[in-house]
C-alpha cells in the first residue's frame, strides 16, 4: 500500500544518467517505426500485468505524442476489458474541449477500441482544480491500492516539463500526493491537475514518448548532468525503470551512441 510519503532518488554515482542500467533507450528510424515499438512494448507489457495482476493500468499522455503515436495502439492486441485507462495531466477544461487530453484520448484511441467505459478514469477538469485531484486520488487508490501505474507514457515539453510538472513550480517538492492541482502552469490554459512526482516514482515503468528535433536539447538536458533541476529529470531519477522511445532527432544531443 502507498506509505504516504516519497524521496527522490539522487543521481546515480558511477555511470552518466543516459548510461544507467534503469535506462533503456529504444531509437526509431521515424515516428511509424515509433509507433509500431509502442504498441509491441503496451502488448508485452500489458500481457505480463494480467498475468501478474488480474488487470493492465496505463497513463497516457496528450500533445504530439499522443497524435503522432497512439492510432498504432488501436491495432494492438490488447485484452481490453482488463485495461484500465488513467491520465498523466489533464487541462481544467470540460472533456470535450480542443484543450482536453482526454478529447484527445477519445478521438486517436479509446472511440476506436471495445474499452469498458468504467474502465477509462478521466480526470475531471470541469470540477474545481482541488476538488478534481483529490477526487483522482482516491480513483488511482481505489484502483491500484497503492498507486502503482504498470506504465506512464510521458510526453517531454522544450522546457523539460513532463505532465503538468513545470521547471521551478513548487510540486516538484511534493512529497505525499499523488495527484495535484496548479492553477498557474506557465503555459495556457493555467489551471491544471497531473501526476506528481511520487506518484511517478510508484510506477512499474515510464515510458518517454519524444520525437523531432524541437526536444533533442530537452533530452540531452534531461539525462546529463546540464540541468538536474529540470522536471523529466527528476521524473527519470524517481526510483521508476525508464525507458526512453525517440528518433534520431530527438536524441542527437545524448552523449555517445545508443
Not at 176 to 184: C, E, G, H, K, P
Request: proline share 9%.
Amino acid at each position: 500500500m502507498w506509505d504516504g510519503t516519497y524521496t527522490p532518488h539522487a543521481p546515480p554515482a558511477g555511470p552518466a544518467l543516459w548510461q544507467h542500467p534503469g535506462m533503456f533507450w529504444h531509437l526509431a528510424m521515424d515516428a511509424a517505426d515509433a509507433a509500431g515499438r509502442l504498441e509491441a512494448a503496451v502488448t508485452q507489457a500489458a500481457r505480463e500485468a494480467v498475468a501478474a495482476r488480474g488487470r493492465f493500468t496505463l497513463a497516457l499522455t496528450g500533445g504530439s505524442a499522443a497524435t503522432a503515436l497512439y492510432p498504432a495502439l488501436v491495432a494492438a492486441p490488447l485484452p481490453w476489458g482488463r485495461v484500465h485507462v488513467f491520465f498523466g495531466d489533464e487541462r481544467c477544461v470540460p472533456p470535450d474541449h480542443a484543450e482536453s487530453n482526454h478529447r484527445l484520448a477519445q478521438e486517436v484511441l479509446l472511440s476506436k477500441v471495445p474499452i469498458p467505459a468504467e474502465n477509462i478514469h478521466r480526470i475531471h477538469g470541469e470540477d474545481a482544480p482541488d476538488a478534481a485531484a483529490q477526487a483522482y486520488q482516491q480513483v488511482l487508490l481505489a484502483q491500484t491500492g497503492d498507486g502503482a501505474l504498470d506504465m506512464v507514457h510521458l510526453g517531454l515539453g522544450p522546457d523539460g516539463h513532463v505532465c503538468s510538472l513545470f521547471p521551478g513550480h513548487a510540486l516538484l517538492t511534493e512529497k505525499t500526493r499523488l495527484v495535484a492541482a496548479l492553477q498557474d502552469a506557465p503555459k495556457p490554459p493555467p489551471a491544471r491537475v497531473t501526476l506528481t512526482l511520487p506518484a511517478l516514482g510508484r510506477a512499474r515503468a515510464l515510458w518517454f514518448l519524444v520525437l523531432g528535433a524541437s526536444k533533442a536539447d530537452a533530452v540531452g538536458k534531461t539525462v546529463t548532468a546540464a540541468a538536474p533541476l529540470l522536471p523529466a529529470a527528476q521524473a527519470a531519477r524517481c526510483g521508476a525503470p525508464v525507458h526512453w522511445l525517440v528518433d534520431a532527432a530527438a536524441a542527437a544531443l545524448v552523449p555517445g551512441t545508443l
